[in-house]
């Protein structure tokens, strides 16, 4: 019955066109298919407009958690920084270690670890692949750079330089977590009281 009435409630700010929303406890939205064996939850908190999202595939899951906000019949989403995986940055050394040529060392940046085996190539052309070794280091050609790129487990990263390099390169590369989901300006929809994903899919409220 208290659910009940929450979302009558829920009904009724939205049907007012309010510009956020406000309920006394977290508004959980689900969407399940038992036949693909999958469940999706999104929930919204107005007390401190946050929301903790999840999502189970088989034996994938992903999970997320940030802030989110209401706008008119939107609902937009963004995740916490720290859930964002997937990138890279680079770092330029004083001074080239052997003339003519840059030294890279690909960098694990949460873990400072070595990343072995990171195929990296310039310039955009990928046919001049070098990998990297135990240390996480490889030797490139040249230092006429323009772009760095960085593959590594089916994941390929780049990075543009706007000045000519001046020495060799440190790599810190963030690989992509395929736990995680991170949002940035995700906008779902509202259809009545239930919420549609980019998806397609549908939340329904609990």
Known sequence: MKNYLLNCCL?????????SLRFDSPVVYEYRNKGMGVNSKLILDSKDMTFTYSHLFGLITQSSHGKWEKREDELILNSDSVLRSGFIRVQQTDNFSTPGKVKVKVIDEKTNGAVAYAEVSFNGDESKLAITNDDGETLLGTNDITSI?????????TWDFTDKLNGDLNILLTPKDITKAFFENETWKFSGRKLVAPSGLVYKPK
Do not use: A, P, R
């Open 149 to 157: 790129g960085v593959g590594f487990l089916g994941e390929y990263y």
């Open 11 to 19: 009904l009724v700010v939205l049907s007012l066109g309010c510009s």
